[in-house]
């Protein structure tokens, strides 16, 4: 059975970098499939962030691509994801999933100072 | 980027009743739609995948169809537990995005 598990630290300042790693278990990052991050904004829509391929190569939503980067662990068998530079706007439950099956139950990451 | 856009932005109706939900593209996307569910304080679960084809576990009251720009996805019958919000997401050359989303809530 496919699991996702987010976790990183739940409070962020201003300007610093976010850092979310998934840890998955029931399944080989590197057998296939394409692993993502969403997020959700408080009472807020779902927003596609990015996702990884098991080469490793990296697609990122263009209205966040100069901020973002999603990279791959094997021999951890995680992804993760970092932020640069965030604000306000990147406070959300962060999603990490495979494919569209299967989800990570979200952390919740505030900007705040 | 394609634009996904759902109408309408709320559903309200009885349990029993039909539930039609549209998504429509700003551009082609073939078959490359699917629709999740999303409880409150939960992740959404997928429910339709390649636009007509459920996923694992998913009742058959729950059915999408479509294909190009335009996009539907019909509870039959509803029950109390489908009162939630619903989400079309497509996938082209490995960009995704996700519609505003639909709430159907209890009449």
């Known amino acids: 059975q496919v699991q996702l598990q987010e976790s990183g630290p739940g409070l962020v300042k201003p300007s610093e970098t976010l850092s979310l790693t998934c840890s998955v278990s029931?399944?080989?990052?590197?057998?296939?499939?394409?692993w993502g991050w969403i997020r959700q904004s408080p009472g807020k829509g779902l927003e596609w962030i990015g996702s990884?391929?098991?080469?490793?190569?990296?697609y990122y939503n263009p209205s966040l691509k100069s901020r973002v980067n999603i990279s791959m662990d094997t021999s951890k068998n995680q992804f993760s994801l970092t932020v640069t530079s965030v604000t306000a706007a990147d406070t959300a439950v962060y999603y990490c999933?495979?494919?569209?099956?299967?989800w990570g139950q979200g952390t919740l990451v505030t900007v705040s100072s | 980027e394609i634009v996904l856009t759902q109408s309408p932005a709320t559903l309200s109706l009885s349990p029993g009743e039909r539930a039609t939900l549209s998504c429509r593209a700003s551009?082609?996307?073939?078959?490359?739609l699917a629709w999740f569910q999303q409880k409150p304080g939960q992740a959404p679960r997928l429910l339709i995948y390649?636009?007509?084809n459920r996923a694992t576990g998913i009742p058959a009251r729950f059915s999408g169809s479509g294909s190009g720009t335009d996009f539907t996805l019909t509870i039959s019958s509803l029950e109390p537990e489908d009162f939630a919000v619903y989400y079309c997401?497509?996938?082209?050359?490995?960009?995704?995005?996700f519609g505003q989303g639909t709430k159907v809530e209890i009449k």
């Open positions: 999933a495979r494919g569209a099956s299967y």
């Open positions: 029931g399944y080989s990052i590197s057998g296939g499939h394409y």
């Open positions: 990884v391929i098991h080469t490793g190569t990296s």
């Open positions: 551009q082609s996307i073939s078959n490359y």
């Open positions: 390649d636009a007509s």
């Open positions: 997401q497509q996938r082209n050359n490995w960009l995704w995005t």
